[in-house]
């Protein structure tokens, strides 16, 4: 059943392949002739490379080549080129690639894999960024000073472990201190964790004789490997073909670089055969870039009255052993360090470091599910000691239109919504006002906690986004943009606001579930919560354009001007006179007269979308514009709590976010119950874990844990829709948000119902039972 | 993938499997015996087990055996899956027990033997089989013989060299004592156990063992002693945790005190439940 434009429930167009299994993923795509890469990895978190013996894995029949660190001495990294794609001379961190196997099976490639030696001399490892910022410590790369920095804000301490440091400077924090009745400090340590998105990372390289390489991934970047691959190698872009079929869920793992380039050099080494290589889950989890870690430091001040007054920070992000997108998290850290709340005082300091833990990348979030642990916990303290209702401290200092953002960005309306209407809407339908600890039966006690969220981009400044339309004689039209499908089902919602505004049938729209660069328009990333506006902006560009073209051909056949003509339902007609009207399919591959004379040719719609007046932020005070608007919602999470036991189980969690306007109902709510369902895994049991010598422990799904469906408590999820005006139909990203601030409400729920405050993740019972007791039986 | 080759047999009698495991052994051919696989395929995949050959019993009819024998005894083939045990509805503890082991996609891979014989230490399965007197039909190339469970479990399955577990035989009565089953984890419901503590009520007196508290599951005769005097609840417990103390588990699941803590709640909530049982 078709249905027209936004704002209703719509399912998505590739339902029917993935729930009947035919959906295809990159690695379901094999050919007789592909090869098999499979990657050596490191046994050791920090180590001199003293020998690779790969002679009898090499005598192996089968193998077709061997490759190591020595073979392709080059560095890549999206900000900072820090990183060989095998490690050469040094591994950096437990899980690192250190070889390479190519070989006519996968089960050869496992036998070679098994057969290679390498001698280490294990050195002495940074297992924490406290201790990677410490005096004298170990420098986990010596180099630093050597390394390439492609983009232009980043700021690396040389002969330090820090990558880059980011700064805001608002106000005067000194001031601000001393106009506080009270004042709350606290130390956060949050760990690194996974993914785990259901299909691993996967990519399949080969050369044709041309010497144009063609690359298959389970990618959120597709544009962004063509450009890392083309600068690496020096192959001109038109040579380096990349396409994506669907991914099976990235949640930011699959935006970076690394299975490609390896794929390339394996590719590359048997003459530019076809060659796969596809994660393991225990690679996925630690070879493949995790999840960030995070250390703070807090002191907030507020008067009496609950009104804030100052804030100081510092953040030590653990980028792990490469740097990544790290400085860039730092910088959304920094761009909304208060929370959601209006501070005119703010000192931030943010530090990115290196260590010896496998490196980190996006996740869903970024980086805000740390961060707001570290605020939101803050302000349930600060209300405490105030004595007064943590939401009553949220809604009194929440931002509004005429504050400023930690940025010096103007809060409007429109870029930022209404959180006040988010925190009252949520104390409705959690209940807030029955109190935020009930005692209901012998040592249970039911608790809840709050968190409010925000969050903007971080894109480049010059981000693009494209869409192309063509016809079908039949009238239907074919969307074809480069924002991939990994799951929040955004190539529905790009047909969704084109059927809004062509006022056609979204059945008779049809996009393409796949990205291949050299057809489809670029698209900057599938990430950052930011597809929605920025193909939504170019699907509406590419509506008008053939909008235009399909009045002007209308016009001359109809005998009328173009303004007068209304292009809907898949006709043009004359706006006071709907009887004068001419279908679509006449028009759209030319109009042919009756004596058969034909003018005009195909319509071909093109829209194109550029991130306007974003600009770097300022080194020293970061004043400056990082995205184009913010998604603000309020959260909070109940749970039962054990007295005896000190354990507790999930009973509901709520999120109410401002959508600007839900374009999909069902599907938002399932995006924002699935970040729920994220966030309460992160603050329960998700983490990695790390022995003495900064070996994960956790490497596998055995031991590693994530939320299981039984698992999940009741979830309420509601929309408050304050328009911004320069989005499509006026609807805010909301892919990210559900997971944000869970993290904190359920620190906050379970701090009150425990009477202790619990300021790591994740929260499991020994802790609470650690934090109650002493450890003492 | 598995990184190496192996032969894979599937015979179709108890004779024909320990005869294929002496010829493989003789011919260095290193076989094991196969049952669910999750933890031979899994291990293997990571180069943390080797073997040669597999010799797969699932088609032996005497380890799918469900039913009871003329001595009316509860015949458990080692072949069983743990969901075709829990649905059997036969034995309500080992039901318990077997569906609080991994998830139910893995419950119907994971076999009775296999969990027995497993090479990781929680072993839960065995917990209700020591605590009801089971006997252990083990299949070796001198024949079939039966072993009581305490004889031939102590801290795993001490099967000797090519055999293997062929049934489990429990008499009726026993099968049908008050039990308890209490599996404490790290914080996910799916997980290891950070221990499990199975027990029952017989003539009066509570037997009880344990999984995840040391690196081996055990029934212990001296912890059903202390819990069966007549002292206060609190001392009991008190008593139970210090003679086990020095033996208890610190893992990434959960530090050594924390077990102890876990440990006195858990007896005492047994004392508790089972006080009027």
Request: proline fraction near 5%.
């Amino acid at each position: 059943m078709g249905s027209i434009g936004v704002g209703q429930t719509v399912i998505r167009k590739e339902a029917w392949e993935k729930v009947t299994g035919q959906a295809k993923y990159t690695d379901d795509f094999i050919s007789n002739d592909t090869l098999t890469a499979q990657i050596v990895t490191s046994t050791y978190a920090h180590a001199k490379i003293q020998k690779i013996d790969v002679s009898s894995a090499a005598s192996l029949p089968g193998v077709k080549a061997i490759l190591t660190g020595e073979d392709y001495p080059i560095l890549f990294g999206q900000l900072i080129e820090d990183h060989p794609p095998l490690a050469k001379g040094i591994v950096r961190y437990y899980g690192e690639p250190v070889a390479l196997v190519v070989a006519d099976s996968a089960f050869t490639a496992a036998k070679a894999v098994a057969m290679i030696h390498v001698f280490y001399e294990p050195l002495p490892v940074i297992g924490s960024p406290s201790q990677a910022v410490a005096a004298n410590a170990p420098l986990v790369h010596e180099q630093m000073i050597l390394y390439e920095i492609a983009q232009k804000d980043i700021y690396p301490k040389y002969n330090t472990n820090i990558c880059d440091q980011k700064k805001i400077r608002k106000g005067d924090v000194e001031r601000g201190f001393t106009q506080c009745d009270c004042i709350v400090e606290a130390e956060f340590h949050l760990p690194q964790s996974d993914h785990i998105a259901m299909e691993t990372r996967s990519a399949q390289a080969r050369i044709d004789a041309s010497g144009t390489v063609y690359i298959k991934t389970a990618s959120q970047s597709p544009f962004n490997v063509k450009k890392i691959i083309s600068k690496v190698f020096q192959i001109d872009q038109s040579k380096v073909i990349v396409e994506v079929p669907f991914v099976g869920g990235g949640f930011g793992g699959k935006a970076p670089v690394q299975l490609e380039i390896l794929a390339y050099i394996a590719s590359a080494s048997v003459g530019g055969r076809a060659v796969r290589l596809t994660n393991s889950r225990e690679n996925d989890m630690v070879s493949s870039p995790c999840r960030m870690g995070l250390e703070a430091k807090f002191k907030l001040g507020a008067t009496r009255d609950g009104m804030l007054q100052a804030v100081q920070m510092e953040y030590l992000l653990d980028t792990g052993a490469y740097s990544d997108i790290g400085p860039t998290l730092i910088k959304a850290i920094i761009v909304d360090c208060t929370g959601p709340y209006k501070i005119d005082n703010v000192y931030c300091d943010a530090f990115c470091v290196y260590t010896n833990h496998p490196y980190v990348t996006s996740y869903r979030g970024f980086s805000h599910a740390s961060s707001a642990f570290c605020i939101e916990r803050m302000m349930d303290k600060l209300a405490q000691k105030l004595n007064m209702d943590p939401a009553e401290l949220r809604y009194k200092n929440a931002l509004r239109p005429g504050c400023t953002s930690p940025t010096q960005v103007e809060i409007t309306s429109s870029n930022f919504g209404d959180l006040n209407s988010c925190i009252s809407k949520l104390q409705e339908i959690i209940n807030w006002s029955e109190g935020t600890r009930v005692e209901v039966g012998e040592n249970k006690i039911r608790a809840k906690g709050m968190a409010c969220f925000w969050k903007t981009s971080n894109s480049p400044t010059d981000a693009v986004s494209g869409v192309f339309l063509t016809f079908n004689t039949d009238g239907s039209i074919n969307l074809n943009c480069g924002c991939v499908e990994c799951g929040p089902s955004m190539k529905t919602t790009a047909a969704q606001i084109l059927s809004e505004k062509l006022k056609m049938d979204i059945n008779r729209i049809h996009v393409n579930m796949d990205v291949n660069t050299k057809y489809s328009p670029e698209h900057w990333k599938t990430v950052a919560s930011m597809t929605t506006y920025m193909v939504g902006r170019a699907v509406l560009r590419a509506a008008e354009d053939v909008i235009r073209q399909l009045s002007s051909l209308a016009a001359v056949v109809l005998r009328c001007p173009p303004e007068d003509l209304e292009v809907a339902y898949e006709k043009v007609y004359v706006r006071h006179d709907p009887s004068l009207f001419l279908p679509l399919k006449e028009l759209v591959h030319g109009y042919k007269y009756p004596n058969g004379n034909s003018v005009e040719g195909q319509i071909l719609g093109r829209g194109s979308f550029i991130m306007s007046d974003l600009n770097v932020l300022d080194q020293e005070t970061g004043k400056g514009k990082s995205g184009p608007f913010w998604t603000v919602g309020a959260q909070a999470v109940e749970i039962e709590y054990d007295e005896k036991e000190y354990t507790y189980r999930f009973v509901k969690a709520a999120t109410v976010i401002d959508a600007g306007r839900v374009l999909n109902p069902k599907m938002a709510e399932g995006l924002v119950k699935g970040g729920m369902c994220m966030g309460l895994g992160l603050g329960s049991r998700e983490s990695f874990s790390y022995d003495e010598e900064a070996r994960v422990q956790d490497t596998s799904l055995r031991t590693y844990k994530v939320m299981h469906f039984g698992e999940t408590p009741k979830y309420l999820v509601s929309f408050v829709e304050t328009p911004q005006i320069d989005a499509p139909y006026h609807a805010r990203g909301i892919a990210e948000h559900g997971i944000i601030g869970i993290p904190a409400a359920l620190g906050n729920a379970l701090s009150v119902a425990v009477h202790a405050e619990l300021d790591e993740l994740p929260l499991v019972p020994e802790t609470i039972w650690h934090m109650k007791t002493g450890g003492i039986l | 993938m598995i990184p190496f080759e192996f032969d894979y047999y599937k015979p179709a009698s108890i004779r024909e499997a320990t005869e294929a495991f002496t010829l493989l052994d003789t011919a260095g051919k290193n076989p094991v015996y196969y049952g669910g696989g999750s933890e031979l395929i899994s291990m293997a995949r990571l180069g943390n087990l080797h073997f040669g050959s597999v010799i797969d019993i699932k088609e032996i009819p005497e380890c799918k055996i469900l039913g009871y024998d003329q001595d009316n005894q509860l015949v458990l083939g080692s072949a069983l899956t743990l969901s075709d045990i829990c649905e059997s509805k036969q034995f309500p503890l080992l039901e318990k027990t077997a569906g609080r082991i991994a998830d139910h996609t893995m419950q119907c891979k994971i076999t009775l033997g296999g969990n027995l014989a497993s090479t990781l230490i929680y072993r839960e399965t065995v917990l209700p089989l020591l605590l009801v007197d089971s006997k252990i039909t083990v299949a070796g190339i001198d024949g079939v013989r039966d072993f009581p469970i305490s004889q031939i479990f102590e801290k795993r399955l001490n099967l000797p060299k090519g055999s293997f577990a062929v049934r489990v035989s429990t008499k009726k009565g026993m099968i049908s004592s008050p039990y308890f089953h209490i599996k404490k984890t790290r914080n996910e419901k799916i997980d290891y156990p950070l221990m499990t503590v199975a027990g029952i009520k017989t003539g009066g007196q509570l037997r009880i063992a344990f999984s995840g508290l040391m690196p081996y599951p055990f029934r212990s005769v001296r912890v059903e002693n202390i819990l069966n005097d007549t002292n206060d609840n609190s001392v009991r417990a008190m008593e139970v945790v210090n003679l086990l103390s020095d033996k208890i588990l610190d893992d990434l699941n959960g530090s050594c005190e924390y077990r102890k803590f876990v440990l006195k709640n858990t007896i005492l909530n047994v004392l508790d439940t089972m006080k009027e049982v």
